[in-house]
């Protein structure tokens, strides 16, 4: 008997299932992924988007009252227990293999695997949990309330690796961000800000000192709604005094509450400044045209075309004539 593990849609190692790994292990317990021909006295599976709610159902019919499920993906108020949230992530769950098998997009095999044994080593955690916003779009409030703060950054370290997979929901809101980043700095730690900054509070000092930590990726950060433009517009320059912005990202939530032309507007004003853009479609939503205008900009073909000359677009409108005739 042993205890089983489903990670039904993380891209990067699931942190709830390395802790679970991690207890049970210490209790003297085989844990595994789990197999078609495996026998589990437990099973626990963790789903972090909405879209997999079907697959959630579906694992709850097959394994009744021996799987437990948990993440954002299937319920927002479930948390670890007490005496589980506290331990570390078990850094030998995931393999540099299952990881990049879930990549998308990513150049070769090798550059791949190359990023998923940084991942799979990297230490990684949160300091903080909930955030100081209540975004309509954002499980967050919901879920975890208001900021707080619940560990040190010398808590999260893999001692295999100096990466750090930092998973704070909004560090430039935390009172500590500016000692958080220097001791970043000062561990000469490669810090990968998971969820992006809050753009809108970066000022001098918090600027500064991002761009003195050494980056894993480009620093990215959000502009999801109309009503910020002026805030982001500002802390965007502000950022950028400090860090070139080819090194930065702006994530653009598209299908909540702008419409297309808000949409295509934002890209444009990104683009003059310099700032790649990348768009996130709100839930999943179904539109054919977010869905092509997405792969138009996250895969830089809008530096070879426009949009209304990007083939898949047009032969989509193609097809969608010939269905209302």
């Not at 550059?111 to 909930?130: C, D, L």
């Not at 990215?220 to 912005?245: C, R, T």
Request: glycine share 8%; charged share 25%; net charge neutral.
């Amino acid at each position: 008997m042993s205890i089983g593990l489903i990670d039904i849609d993380s891209k990067i190692p699931n942190l709830a299932l390395m802790k679970i790994s991690n207890y049970y292990k210490t209790q003297g317990e085989h844990v595994e992924f789990v197999t078609g021909n495996g026998n589990y006295e437990k099973i626990y599976a963790s789903s972090i988007f909405t879209k997999s709610l079907d697959k959630c159902k579906q694992l709850q019919e097959i394994y009744g009252d021996k799987i437990e499920i948990g993440g954002t993906g299937w319920d927002l108020h479930k948390e670890l227990a007490t005496e589980i949230e506290g331990f570390k992530p078990d850094y030998d769950l995931y393999s540099a293999s299952e990881i990049a098998n879930r990549m998308k997009g990513i150049g070769t095999k090798e550059h791949k695997f190359k990023k998923a044994a940084e991942i799979v080593n990297a230490g990684m955690g949160f300091t903080s949990r909930g955030c100081v916003r209540n975004c309509g779009f954002c499980f967050v409030p919901k879920k975890e309330g208001g900021f707080k703060h619940i560990a040190e950054i010398s808590d999260l370290i893999n001692p295999r690796s100096n990466i750090l997979i930092l998973h704070d929901n909004n560090i430039t809101a935390d009172p500590h961000c500016i000692d958080k980043l220097h001791e970043i700095r000062d561990r000469k730690l490669i810090v990968d800000i998971n969820q992006g900054c809050d753009v809108r509070l970066v000022n001098e000092d918090i600027a500064k000192a991002l761009s003195e930590v050494k980056h894993l990726r480009s620093l990215h950060y959000a502009w999801d709604l109309m009503g910020f433009e002026n805030q982001v517009m500002e802390g965007i320059k502000v950022l950028s005094k400090y860090i070139k912005p080819y090194r930065h990202m702006c994530f653009m939530l598209v299908g909540f509450n702008t419409s297309f032309e808000e949409d295509v507007y934002r890209f444009k004003k990104l683009c003059e400044i310099k700032v790649d853009p990348f768009v996130m479609i709100y839930n999943q939503i179904l539109d054919i045209r977010l869905k092509h205008f997405a792969r138009w900009v996250n895969c830089r073909i809008y530096k070879t075309c426009s949009f209304e000359e990007y083939g898949p677009w047009i032969k989509a409108q193609g097809n969608r004539q010939e269905i209302l005739i």
